[in-house]
């Protein structure tokens, strides 16, 4: 069975601060790895996705098959980025209709 | 284009009361999620749709029932609720590529 564990429930840094949030994951077959963000009163809304290898608002995330991890990085954090990021995995063939398996989430606070 | 909505946006009930939620998406796309979020425990899919007329059952699908009659909409429907089901609801889309999931805003529900 598929599983995405984010061993950090909250997580707080001071701005100009690197910031990692941890990703592990447990997949037999080939996966896809999301980040998906949720800022205060808005909607989930993907961050970013392995395969696309880009950066998004400052933020890089490297998939290491060899650790199952897809940690998330930020050289220097921002006040803005205080939000809930939650790690996702997908199956990338075979028949998953696109399901994604969500870890249990990160709040991460970015002190002034 | 007002990509992914849902009604309710709240909504509080009593034991052993049913309701319905809906959520609309206006991408054109096949397939379709709702979840569930719990503090502590991410986002858990409770049932998803891969085309018009077709559901399956998610990861906790207990207590729910759900309907696809249009390719648009996704119904989510509570028989008989109970207070284990108060949580944040959030409905997802997707198309048949994969990939990207878009989330509509949450229905937040209070079952006393």
């Known amino acids: 069975a598929q599983r995405v564990t984010q061993p950090e429930k909250l997580l707080s840094v001071f701005k100009g601060a690197p910031v990692e949030l941890k990703c592990n994951y447990s997949?037999?077959?080939?996966?896809?790895l999301f980040w998906y963000v949720q800022y205060s009163r808005q909607r989930l809304q993907l961050l970013l996705r392995?395969?696309s290898r880009e950066s998004i608002k400052g933020f890089t995330a490297d998939l290491n098959k060899g650790e199952t991890s897809f940690h998330l990085k930020k050289p220097f954090a921002q006040e803005e980025d205080s939000a809930m990021y939650y790690c996702?995995?997908?199956?990338?063939?075979?028949?998953?209709?696109?399901?994604?398996?969500f870890g249990q989430g990160t709040i991460l606070t970015v002190h002034p | 284009n007002a990509g992914v909505t849902q009604t309710p946006k709240f909504r509080v009930l009593k034991t052993g009361q049913s309701m319905t939620l809906l959520c609309a998406q206006d991408?054109?796309?096949?397939?379709m999620y709702w979840y569930r979020q719990d503090p502590g425990m991410g986002l858990r899919l409770i049932h998803y749709?891969?085309?018009?007329?077709?559901?399956a059952k998610g990861e906790v699908p207990d207590g729910y029932n759900v309907s696809r009659l249009k390719k648009q909409n996704f119904l989510l429907g509570l028989e008989s609720a109970a207070p284990s089901q108060t949580s944040v609801y959030f409905c997802?889309?997707?198309?048949?590529?994969?990939?990207?999931?878009?989330f509509g805003p949450g229905t937040r529900l209070l079952v006393l």
């Open positions: 997802a889309s997707s198309s048949r590529t994969g990939g990207t999931q878009y």
């Open positions: 997949y037999s077959g080939s996966p896809e």
């Open positions: 392995h395969i």
């Open positions: 996702a995995l997908a199956n990338a063939g075979g028949t998953s209709y696109g399901k994604l398996t």
């Open positions: 991408m054109n796309h096949e397939y």
């Open positions: 749709s891969v085309g018009e007329g077709t559901t």
